[in-house]
């Protein structure tokens, strides 16, 4: 879906074109954001600036993504916009802007912070099923590329359960904040082959890139130190050696089969 297949992550009030162009030299995709499109979101996004929160606060949400993508027009970077919304007309709204700047949107089902959750964005969405899918397909409908961004070890969550269900919305990709769990990379995959699955959480150089990869991912992702080109550059080689061919992967040399594609 995008080359090379590092990937750098939204960052609340941080993820903007500035930082997606410092970020070009070593990544294929910069995920912008998170924005709120509608005003529940936007609310939550104030009361979480009020206690010390980095947020991108803006009176037309729209206006401020198509300048950020403007602001990326000629890099070779694959941008999408990561979007909190508690309603569905600014899903569609976003992605049309997002399908005419050839860029993604990405639909935030991950920040758990509990003025988001209180109106019903991020992390709440992964129990919400009906309305996560209605977002894809909302999206999907723009002919944009769409994503969902989720969280692993959500109670009462199975991500492999809910990854063919995006699948099937038009999701294309799949970025997972794995938190501790790792190997669930390798059930989303078994589960949803034909989804691009970027892993994301602690990838900082070569072992923990190499671990991601070797359960299946497609990608990975770089998100507190997404600001730092000398971690960038370490993942970035990492990557390139592991899809290069050049990598030892020790799972076979212990003779168990892990995914990898």
Not at 54 to 66: G, I, Q
Not at 216 to 243: C, K, N, Q, T, Y
Request: glycine share 6%; net charge negative; with cysteine.
């Amino acid at each position: 879906m995008f080359d090379p297949r590092v990937a750098v992550a939204s960052l609340s009030g941080e993820s903007d074109a500035e930082w997606a162009r410092h970020a070009a030299p070593h990544v294929g995709a910069a995920f912008l954001g998170g924005v709120a499109l509608d005003e529940p979101a936007q609310e939550a996004a104030r009361a979480l600036v009020a206690r010390g929160r980095s947020e991108f606060l803006t009176d037309d949400p729209l206006a401020f993504v198509e300048e950020q993508l403007v602001a990326l027009a000629d890099t070779d970077v694959f941008a999408a916009v990561n979007v909190r919304s508690t309603t569905v007309d600014p899903i569609r709204d976003v992605a049309v802007l997002c399908a005419d700047h050839d860029a993604g949107v990405e639909i935030n089902a991950h920040c758990r912070q509990d003025e988001l959750c209180a109106v019903g964005c991020g992390e709440t969405l992964l129990r919400d099923t009906d309305r996560l899918v209605e977002y894809v397909t909302t999206a999907a409908d723009s002919e944009a590329p769409v994503g969902v961004k989720v969280r692993a070890e959500v109670d009462g969550v199975s991500l492999s359960d809910l990854a063919p269900k995006l699948a099937d919305a038009g999701a294309s990709w799949l970025h997972v904040d794995a938190m501790d769990t790792e190997s669930v990379i390798s059930d989303i995959v078994a589960a949803a082959p034909d989804l691009f699955v970027v892993a994301n959480n602690g990838v900082r150089g070569r072992e923990t890139a190499h671990e991601y990869l070797r359960y299946g991912a497609d990608a990975v992702s770089v998100g507190r130190p997404s600001d730092d080109p000398v971690v960038l550059r370490r993942v970035r080689a990492a990557v390139d050696e592991w899809f290069d061919g050049d990598a030892t992967d020790p799972s076979r040399d212990a003779g168990r089969e892990v995914p990898h594609r």
